[in-house]
Antibody
Framework: QLQLQESGPGLVKPSETLSLTCTVS??????????WGWLRQPPGKGLEWIGS???????YYNPSLKSRVTISVGTSKNQFSLKLSSVTAADTAVYYC????????????WGQGTLVTVSS | DIQMTQSPSSLSASLGDRVTITCRAS??????LNWYQQKPGKAPKLLIY???SLQSGVPSRFSGSGSGTDFTLTISSLQREDFATYYC?????????FGPGTKVDIK
């Protein structure tokens, strides 16, 4: 069974870059069967899709964040990463990595989420 | 962006009740509509995809319907473990967007 786990700093200073890693077990991020994505949820608020990528390297981002976001394969095997630059307090949220098997228009497996707070 | 709205924003119901939640898209999204359940402190869980397809492992008391702009999620007989917040999400176009959520609590 596919499992995902987010990791990274829980506190980031304003104007710096948020960096998170998602480690995948039970499946391969190089599999042609999966799309991989990042989403977030500010405390007490709703869900926002950040972006997704496919094993071929194709990425697609939320236009509202596109200028600040990079999603890529991680440096270690079976990991993918999120980088969000020039963060502000508005970027404080629980960040989730997620995946879909086949259809990229929904997410059928999620990590547990990691809270990132932007504060000096 | 496609805007998603949900109604009601919250509801109180009793065990065994039939519950219906409505989701509306600001433009036609065919059947690219998905439903998630989220409990406090937990990640969302996919319930329904493509408007009416039940995700594997999800109880059959959950069902979805609709196409175009109007969709519904129905819980046929509310169980204790169903008290949660429910979100709809469109997967028709970038950016994927979610509804604001419907919180279901105990009457």
């Amino acid at each position: 069974q596919l499992q995902l786990q987010e990791s990274g700093p829980g506190l980031v200073k304003p104007s710096e870059t948020l960096s998170l890693t998602c480690t995948v077990s039970g499946g391969s991020i190089s599999s042609s069967s999966y799309h991989w994505g990042w989403l977030r949820q500010p405390p007490g608020k709703g869900l926002e899709w950040i972006g997704s990528f496919y094993y071929t390297g194709r990425t697609y981002y939320n236009p509202s964040l596109k200028s600040r976001v990079t999603i890529s394969v991680g440096t270690s095997k079976n990991q993918f990463s999120l980088k969000l630059s020039s963060v502000t307090a508005a970027d404080t949220a629980v960040y989730y990595c997620a995946t879909t098997f086949g259809d990229p228009s929904y997410f059928d497996s999620w990590g547990q989420g990691t809270l990132v707070t932007v504060s000096s | 962006d496609i805007q998603m709205t949900q109604s009601p924003s919250s509801l109180s119901a009793s065990l065994g009740d039939r519950v219906t939640i409505t989701c509306r898209a600001s433009q036609s999204i065919s059947t690219y509509l998905n439903w998630y359940q989220q409990k406090p402190g937990k990640a969302p869980k996919l319930l329904i995809y493509a408007a009416s397809s039940l995700q594997s492992g999800v109880p059959s008391r959950f069902s979805g319907s609709g196409s175009g702009t109007d969709f519904t999620l129905t819980i046929s007989s509310l169980q204790r473990e169903d008290f949660a917040t429910y979100y709809c999400q469109q997967g028709y176009s970038n950016p994927f967007t979610f509804g604001p959520g419907t919180k279901v609590d105990i009457k």
